[in-house]
T-cell receptor
Framework: GAVVSQHPSWVICKSGTSVKIECRSLDFQATTMFWYRQFPKQSLMLMAT?????????EQGVEKDKFLINHASLTLSTLTVTSAHPEDSSFYIC??????????FGPGTRLTVL | AQKVTQAQTEISVVEKEDVTLDCVYETRDTTYYLFWYKQPPSGELVFLIRRNSFDEQNEISGRYSWNFQKSTSSFNFTITASQVVDSAVYFC?????????????FGQGTRLTINP
């Protein structure tokens, strides 16, 4: 399957700061990437679909201005959590859609906002 | 509406026992895909299997097997002779087209603990 990396794997920041998370496709040119968040002991919730060269499509209830997504190249999508607050603390996971409609996931980024 | 239900929140068995994880789905689509993913404590989701709606053949991969039954909208996962390394959260997911875009709908997950 596809190989996806995420950076950083974990980050701790102060409330009010912005955090950028990178998602890279290492062996596949992904025109579409997905961003999920997962709270402890819960399932994954799709936040947005990231399309290369165009605006991301956000799920209902996800603030576009707070969670900025950029997909400037076929191998890189970034998620920026702006003005982070403690309630944004979560596990953020990206995935890419392979040729067979299978999504391959990155290792995730654990964000803790103090 | 698209929905995936994993009724078993947690399962705990002793090593070498067989264990089955249930997955029931709802969809009005005639073409769809079903998946199982494993999430070990490290957090990364590991792809296990993909099955399309037209292929009801059961699949076996080593100690893992999957039983897909459209008549009951179920896609169950069995681990034979479980091992401690199988301890993880397992997610069943349904891939479908929602408003023109492909999306994965996840079940709530089943936390499997294999005790030595």
């Amino acid at each position: 399957g596809a190989v996806v990396s995420q950076h950083p794997s974990w980050v701790i920041c102060k409330s009010g700061t912005s955090v950028k998370i990178e998602c890279r496709s290492l062996d596949f040119q992904a025109t579409t990437m997905f961003w999920y968040r997962q709270f402890p002991k819960q399932s994954l919730m799709l936040m947005a679909t990231s399309n290369e060269g165009s605006k991301a499509t956000y799920e209902q209830g996800v603030e576009k201005d707070k969670f900025l997504i950029n997909h400037a190249s076929l191998t890189l999508s970034t998620l920026t959590v702006t003005s982070a607050h403690p309630e944004d603390s979560s596990f953020y996971i990206c995935s890419e859609a392979g040729a067979t409609d299978t999504q391959y996931f990155g290792p995730g980024t654990r964000l803790t906002v103090l | 509406a698209q929905k995936v239900t994993q009724a078993q929140t947690e399962i705990s068995v002793v090593e070498k026992e067989d264990v089955t994880l249930d997955c029931v789905y709802e969809t009005r689509d005639t073409t769809y895909y079903l998946f199982w993913y494993k999430q070990p404590p490290s957090g990364e989701l590991v792809f296990l299997i993909r099955r399309n709606s037209f292929d009801e053949q059961n699949e076996i991969s080593g100690r893992y097997s999957w039983n897909f039954q459209k008549s009951t909208s179920s896609f169950n996962f069995t681990i034979t002779a479980s091992q401690v390394v199988d301890s993880a959260v397992y997610f069943c997911a349904l891939s479908t087209i929602i408003q023109g875009a492909q999306k994965l709908v996840f079940g709530q997950g089943t936390r499997l603990t294999i005790n030595p």
